[in-house]
């Protein structure tokens, strides 16, 4: 049963080559935690530390995708889509992380790609979402290089074992977002709370995107490689346009987005002197040829994108941050989690990029793009969301921006990090107590939405 959607499509005609997809990671669906071999990750041990995700959820069991795989398959054939975008748990894979591989995690992506074909949807794996081994945790995680190195081990033995099927690959998931969230302020797992000692985080999660990306040209000869960066427009209020304010949202817009875009497709790191960086090198954590390892072509660049950021100055001037966050003055709809809805945010960042990187930026992929609304099959929210988001995208290609395909973030209801199971973000329902899948209205709007589009 699905409730049914009034809403027209939106006006817009994308080319019939534009890829629609949907968006999951392996530790918020798949569950089996523990199951067939795979090891922990960081997830499931920060999931355990009290207090530390929302009324003690976990991803134990989540949506038991692992089992529910053909269900969740064919729900993917009913929306028509072309392109799934999910993740490889990496320790259900190398379950400490390297040398010994589990031939039982690998079956189950071999299985999952197959099905996939068999329904016409292209797999586009992500090989990191966040779910690190914890037993390379305890060597350091992300802050110690070598996990570039143990990475790339990874990718080669997933792309040997699926490239024969999978071309479409993606490297990381918001770089910026894991070292900020579960390095910086330690919200999210590993649950460090390093402040600016975080930020080698980075670099050596770049270093992984850059020796992965060799590591699939190697194995596979016609892949198509990405990385999806989470990437926000800095705004202002009309109250906060002094000179201080424009350099704190420069600093903002430096850490969270250059950061990570300026090495992919420029070679070289942003000016990072509001946070102490003076030294290019880093004091050594930047490594001749590391840049060049970083900045190999690139296929496509993935964005994943919520809203804009608003930032003024520090209202003390000693903080350790070169900026604040604020609140926007427009009075926005908000979603279930309190985020703006600002589809020309969207627009904005997509010519931003191509302001700023012009040639050097390659066809661009939403890879994510989606919002948390409350419980219920009729979610006009969400497809009121996805419409307007998607015209921003139909904007930002007529100014010149090649955009090749949007993934809805997400499939289904999923943990949602420190929020476990309260942030609903499907477009299927999902009743965690019988694992009940539920199609909502904008399922159906994104069915037909798709439908159309070939039409
Ligand atoms: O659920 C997350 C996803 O894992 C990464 N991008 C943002 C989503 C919503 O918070």
Redesign the pocket.
Known sequence: MSASPPHPTPSPRFPASFVWGVAT?SY?IEGAAAEDGKGPSIWDTFVRRPGAVRDGHTGDVGCDHYHLLDQDVELMRRLGLDAYRFSLSWPRVLPTGSGTVEPRGLDFYDRLVDRLLEAGVTPTPTLF??DLPQALEDEGGWLNRETADRFAEFTSVAAERLGDRVKRWITL??PF?HMAFGYAFGTHAPGRALMLDALPVAHHQLLGHGLATAALRAAVPDAQVLISN?CTPVRHRSDARSDADLAAGSAYDALHNRMFNDPLLLGSYPDLSAYGMEDPAWGGVVRDGDLATIAAPLDGLGI?Y?NPTWVTAPADSAALLPFDLAEPEEAYRRTAFDWPVVPDGLTELLTGLKARYGDALPPVWIT?NGCSQPAGLDDRARIDFLAGHLGAVADAMAQGVDVRGYFT??LMDNF??AEGYH?R?GLVEVDFDTQTRTPRASFDWYRDLIASQRA
């Open positions: 990671a918020q979402h966040w998931n918001e977002i989470n994943n919520y994510e973030w997400s949602e990090w942030q973000f």
